[in-house]
Nanobody, 126 residues
Framework: VQLQASGGGLVQAGGSLRLSCATS????????IGWFRQAPGKEREFVAH????????FYADSVKGRFTVSRDNARNAVNLQMNGLKPEDTAVYFC????????????????????WGQGTQVTVSS
């Protein structure tokens, strides 16, 4: 699965951004699409994931109620709508695809994912 993330940028605290993860699934469809982020000097952190077939979503506690994952079937993409952004949300955001089967906790781990997009920078100013 090939992935390309876009939509990052600079926004003030309290603002919104929508990230998009375009997918190319010519030979195999993913089981799950995940969003992760990585701030400078920190480990890659789980943000959210979505089941490709059912659309069921799961969020990290730090973004629950502010971020929403949705699927754009027309564009074969998965979007991450981010509202109420905070300076601590500043990071490079990555989307990833998994072809492995597991439970929601499994998809919180980077090792569950087989393919990664290139990342897009999100900067939230205070």
């Amino acid at each position: 699965v090939q992935l390309q993330a876009s939509g990052g940028g600079l926004v003030q605290a309290g603002g919104s951004l929508r990230l998009s993860c375009a997918t190319s699934t010519s030979t195999i469809s993913p089981v799950a699409i995940g969003w992760f982020r990585q701030a400078p000097g920190k480990e890659r952190e789980f943000v959210a994931h979505m089941s490709w077939s059912t659309g069921v979503t799961f969020y990290a506690d730090s973004v629950k109620g502010r971020f929403t994952v949705s699927r754009d079937n027309a564009r074969n993409a998965v979007n991450l709508q981010m509202n109420g952004l905070k300076p601590e949300d500043t990071a490079v955001y990555f989307c990833a695809a998994s072809v492995q089967y597991g439970d929601p906790v499994y998809y919180m781990k980077p090792r569950a994912y087989d393919d990664w997009g290139q990342g897009t920078q999100v900067t939230v100013s205070s």
